[in-house]
C-alpha cells in the first residue's frame, strides 16, 4: 500500500510541476493538505531518476501555536471561558477563580467584559465574538497575515505562538523532465541476469550517503574481551597455550601430583566438587603414581615427605578442577616423557571450588595461569616475569609477600599498587615449584619452574565497574549490559576511568576476592 501511494503521490507531484513549472514544497504541502514530511521523501525519491527535477534547499520563518495556543483554538481563549461562567446575576469571585483561572479573569475584566461588585463578579459589556481565539485560528491555518503584527507580538508574549523555521525544497524540472515515469529497480536478481531483462531497465543509483544497519550480533562479554587482551600479553611473551579442555579431573593430578596431602582441607568435599558418576579414575601411569606415593609417604629426592599412608583410592576421586594448576601439572609430566626441553605455557579457564555464593563468589571462576620450565631458575627470574607479565596488563608497581602452597616454595601473593585507588591490592599467587613435585615426573634435577595464577573476573569486575559478580556471570546477567559495554576501554590506571576515586575504592572494597588463596 505504501508503495501505490506513494506511486500516485509522485505523479500528482509530476503533474503538478509540469503546470505550473516548480514548486516549493511546503506550499504544496498546504495545498493539497498533505504531510510535509511525505512530500519532500517523494520529491528526494524522484531525485533517483536521472535528470528528472532538480531541488534547491529554503527555509522560511512562521507562526506556530504552541500547545496553549492550540487550546485556544479548540477551546476558546481563556477570557472567554471565565466570561462564560458567570450568570447574568453574577457569581462570587472565589467561585471564578476555582472554576476558571485567573488570567482568564484578569483579561475579562481588562477587556470590560467582567466587573467585580462587593465581592461579586457580573457580566458587563459581553463580547460579540473571541478575536483571540479567531486571531489563533488564523494562525493555525496557516494565514497569518490575517493578524496584525501587533496582535502576534501580544500573543507570543502570551506564549500562544511561537516562530518556527521550515525548512522546504523549491522543485524545478530537471533537464530529462517527463511526467512519465518509468519505474526503476532496486535490486538486480538473478532473474533479470537470466533473461537479459537488465538491459532495459533502469536501476535506482546508489545512495553512497545512507547509513549502513548496525550489526546486531557479535558483542563479545567483557571476561571475553579481558581474555583476549591476557591472551595477547602470553603470546607476545612468547608462552603456548595449554589444552584446558577438562574440567573433571583426578585427584591424583589436581593435588597428589602437586605435592598436596591427602589430609589438606582443601581436598574436603565442602571445598571440591567430587562427582558420584563416574566416581574414580583408574588410568594413571604406574611409574609416576608409584614415585609420587613415595614421595608423599616416605619422601625422596632430599625432602622427608609428609609420612603418612598415601592411598591410591583417595587420587582416584574424582572431581571439577579446582585449579588450571593440575593441568600444568599434567603438561610438565609430559614435558618429563618427552624429554626437557624450556618451556613456557598458559592457560584462561574455568575452575571450580564449592564456595559460599555472594557478590563476588561464585562456585566456578576463570583461572589465568602462567608456567615457564627452564635450567637454573630463580625468584628473580619469577619476579622479572612478573613485573613484565603485570606491566603488560597496566600494573607497573608490585611487591610480594611469602605465602603458602603445598607445591611451591617459595611462594609469593603479588600486590600491585593502584594509583587511582592510592593502596595495593592482590592481584595474584606465585611460586617456584617445589622439587618434590617436579622431580618425581622425572624432570632434571638442574631445572625449575616457575608459575603463578590470578581470576579472570576480578579484573574483568574492576575495569567494567561491574560490583556484583552475578552481574557479570550466571542466568542474571543482563545482555544489554553485553551490547552496551565499550568495544575499547580508555583505562587510567587500569580502572574504569568515569568512576571517582571514592566510588573506584568502594568498587574496589567490594571486588577484591580471596579466589587466590592456595587450594
Ligand atoms: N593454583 C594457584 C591457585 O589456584 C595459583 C598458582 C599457580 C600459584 C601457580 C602458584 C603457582 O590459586
Not at 542474571?476 to 573506584?504: F, T
Request: a negative charge; glycine letters at 6%; charged letters at 25%.
Amino acid at each position: 500500500m505504501g508503495c501505490n501511494e506513494e506511486m500516485s503521490l509522485n505523479d500528482r507531484i509530476l503533474q503538478y510541476l509540469e503546470s505550473v513549472g516548480g514548486f516549493d514544497t511546503y506550499d504544496f504541502a498546504q495545498k493539497i493538505k498533505e504531510d510535509h514530511v511525505k512530500i519532500v521523501g517523494a520529491v528526494k525519491s524522484l531525485l533517483a531518476y536521472d535528470e528528472l527535477v532538480t531541488t534547491e534547499n529554503r527555509s522560511r520563518t512562521l507562526w506556530a501555536l504552541t500547545p496553549e495556543g492550540n487550546e485556544f483554538v479548540n477551546e476558546g481563549s481563556k477570557e472567554m471561558r471565565v466570561f462564560k461562567l458567570v450568570p447574568s446575576e453574577g457569581l462570587p469571585i472565589a467561585q471564578v477563580m476555582t472554576q476558571g483561572t485567573k488570567i482568564g479573569f484578569n483579561k475579562a475584566v481588562a477587556n470590560g467584559w467582567l466587573r467585580v461588585e462587593k465581592g461579586i463578579v457580573k457580566p458587563s459589556n459581553a463580547p460579540t465574538e473571541d478575536t483571540v481565539q479567531i486571531h489563533l485560528d488564523h494562525i493555525f491555518k496557516n494565514c497569518s497575515e490575517k493578524v496584525s503584527q501587533a496582535d502576534k507580538d501580544v500573543y507570543k508574549k502570551r506564549k500562544l505562538i511561537e516562530q518556527v523555521i521550515v525548512n522546504s525544497l523549491y522543485v524545478d524540472k530537471g533537464e530529462k523532465f517527463t511526467v512519465e515515469l518509468q519505474k526503476v529497480e532496486n535490486d538486480l536478481t538473478a532473474e533479470m541476469i537470466a533473461t537479459g531483462a537488465w538491459k532495459d531497465l533502469v536501476f535506482k543509483p546508489y545512495n553512497y550517503n545512507s547509513m549502513g544497519t548496525l550489526p546486531e550480533g557479535g558483542h563479545l562479554h567483557p571476561l571475553l574481551k579481558v581474555r583476549a587482551q591476557i591472551r595477547q600479553i602470553f603470546l607476545e611473551m612468547g608462552f603456548t597455550e595449554m589444552p584446558t579442555n577438562n574440567y573433571v579431573e583426578s585427584s591424583f593430578w589436581n593435588f597428589d601430583a602437586l605435592f598436596q596431602p591427602q589430609q589438606h582441607p582443601a581436598r574436603e568435599a565442602h571445598d571440591t566438587f567430587f562427582l558420584s558418576e563416574p566416581a574414580l579414575s583408574h588410568q594413571f601411569p604406574r611409574d609416576y603414581l608409584e614415585q609420587v606415593k613415595r614421595v608423599h609417604s616416605r619422601g625422596g629426592f632430599g625432602s622427608q615427605g609428609y609420612g603418612y599412608e598415601w592411598q591410591e583410592e583417595e587420587a582416584q576421586k574424582n572431581l571439577l578442577r579446582t585449579h588450571t594448576t593440575a593441568v600444568s601439572a599434567r603438561m610438565l609430566y609430559k614435558l618429563a616423557k618427552e624429554g626437557f626441553r624450556p618451556a613456557k605455557y598458559f592457560s584462561i579457564d574455568r575452575v571450580f571450588r564449592n564456595e559460599e555464593l555472594d557478590a563476588t563468589h561464585l562456585a566456578e571462576f576463570q583461572q589465568v595461569e602462567g608456567v615457564i620450565a627452564d635450567h637454573n631458575l630463580t625468584l628473580g627470574n619469577l619476579i622479572g616475569v612478573l613485573s613484565e607479565f603485570f606491566k603488560k596488563m597496566g600494573m607497573d608497581q608490585l611487591r610480594f609477600k611469602p605465602a603458602y602452597n603445598p607445591y611451591t616454595e617459595p611462594s609469593m601473593e603479588i600486590f600491585s599498587y593502584h594509583n587511582g585507588l592510592g593502596k595495593w591490592i592482590e592481584v595474584g599467587n606465585s611460586g617456584v615449584f617445589r622439587p618434590e613435585m617436579l622431580l618425581p615426573m622425572g624432570l632434571p634435577e638442574d631445572v625449575n619452574v616457575i608459575a603463578w595464577g590470578l581470576s579472570l573476573e576480578r579484573p574483568t569486575m574492576i575495569k567494567y565497574g561491574i560490583d556484583n559478580i552475578r552481574d557479570l556471570v550466571g542466568p542474571r546477567v543482563d545482555l544489554q549490559m553485553v551490547y552496551d559495554n565499550p568495544i575499547c576501554r580508555l583505562d587510567k590506571n587500569g580502572i574504569h576511568s568515569m568512576l571517582d576515586e571514592e566510588e573506584n575504592s568502594r568498587r574496589w572494597d567490594i571486588t577484591v576476592f580471596s579466589l587466590l588463596t592456595a587450594a
